[in-house]
């Protein structure tokens, strides 16, 4: 009796153990998007697992359910903060507000340089995302990673694709081509302008748009990627060098991103217009990224989405990293993410009204 006494006080130790690891590594999630990654770029991670953190302690917590053990305790504690933060991943039910008479559309997509969709080419993802952007029907659409060989041929595509919209660009051009922003507004353009990043091929561009009597400033941002291929490294995963490389591009494009955006928010800081930021943030919603870009603004996914809100095709349904962000006396009305394979993301659409 008394070896199987020690038996069961090994097995309560581990699964303590466990317990508190699984609680800890959440409870680090939580605090991840407190702390600026180019202080300590590790805490990333801690962020992006977040989903796999919750259902760690979620099995621990239905463990010792099922164990009548009083264990359960420490699972249980390390969940209710999640509460707060789950809803940006998943929505049972939107809760817009009704459509009213100041409503606009808006929509953001990363186009992927027009390569990156499953089994198209150049040409016919081109052909297929203009054709969407035009049935969408929005008011204002903002594009990342837009494509071109020549920076000449831009204004005439644009007008040939979209002559219902006024457009907004800028393009990092090199010896293979060009890839950046697009913003389109149905709304006159006031004045424009552009952010280059350090050492870096992203980029953010703002256009002040005139909305009857008032004057928007709208936020087109792409902030640092990771410049890493999934499918790449699934293959090569045991290979040191490139572990190794992949690391080394993780971590330079985690110090990069926060700059990024303290770059984009010292203007709206300074910029006495209302503003909407939105686009390819490169960061889940436990980041700092979005947590610095989120302060005084609303979620328009949170405030009006349901289901999953994941917008990267790979991984789906746990990475969200396209986001619309608008002033918090701005209401949201609908929210939708079209699961189209013509990039690697998805188009994020949604629909607010501004106050009167």
């Known amino acids: 009796m008394a070896k199987k006494k020690q038996g069961w006080s090994m097995m309560g130790i581990a699964a303590r153990v466990l317990m508190l690891l699984s609680a800890g590594l959440l409870a680090l999630s939580y605090v991840s998007m407190l702390v600026n990654p180019a202080k300590a770029w590790y805490f990333t991670f801690f962020g992006l697992l977040f989903i796999p953190f919750i259902l760690l302690n979620v099995i621990m917590l239905i463990w010792a359910i099922c164990r009548k053990s ?11 903060p999640g509460l707060l933060f789950i809803g940006r991943y998943f929505r049972f039910a939107s809760g817009g507000a009704d459509k009213g008479d100041n409503c606009i ?6 186009v992927g340089k027009f390569t990156l969709g499953k089994g198209y080419e150049y040409s016919g993802s081109l052909d297929s ?7 969408s029907d929005a008011d204002i659409v903002c594009l990342q990673e837009f494509n071109s060989e020549h920076l000449n041929d831009i204004p005439k595509l644009l007008e040939a694709q979209f002559p219902d919209y006024f457009s907004c660009y800028y393009i990092n051009m090199n010896a293979g081509g060009g890839s950046g922003n697009v913003t389109l ?7 424009r302008g552009h952010f280059d990043f350090e050492e870096s091929a992203n980029l953010a561009i703002y256009t002040d748009i005139r909305i009857g009597e008032r004057k928007l400033r709208i936020y087109n941002c792409h902030f640092q990627s990771y410049s890493i291929s999934l499918a790449a490294l699934a293959r090569n995963w045991k290979h040191r060098s490139v572990m190794r490389e992949t690391e080394h591009k993780m971590k330079a494009s985690i110090i990069k ?7 984009v928010l010292s203007d709206i800081e300074d910029c ?4 909407i930021v939105l686009g390819d943030f490169n960061d889940t919603p436990m980041s700092y990224t979005y947590h610095r870009l989120r302060k005084g603004r609303k979620d328009a996914f949170v405030e009006a989405g349901s289901g999953f809100g994941a917008t990267y ?3 789906w349904p746990l990475i969200r990293i396209d986001y619309i962000l608008f002033p918090a006396n701005f ?4 929210y939708s993410c079209k699961h189209v394979g013509f990039s690697d993301h998805y188009p994020v659409v949604t629909e607010i009204n501004l106050p009167i």
């Open 70 to 80: 009083s264990t359960f305790i420490i699972p249980l504690v390390a969940l209710l």
């Open 105 to 110: 559309k808006i929509m953001t997509y990363n």
């Open 129 to 135: 995302i203009t054709a969407l952007v035009r049935r």
């Open 185 to 191: 507004s149905k709304f006159p353009i006031e004045s």
């Open 257 to 263: 991103r926060p700059r990024q955006v303290e770059q």
């Open 272 to 275: 006495p217009l209302e503003s």
């Open 313 to 315: 095709s790979f991984l």
């Open 331 to 334: 209401k949201g009305v609908s």
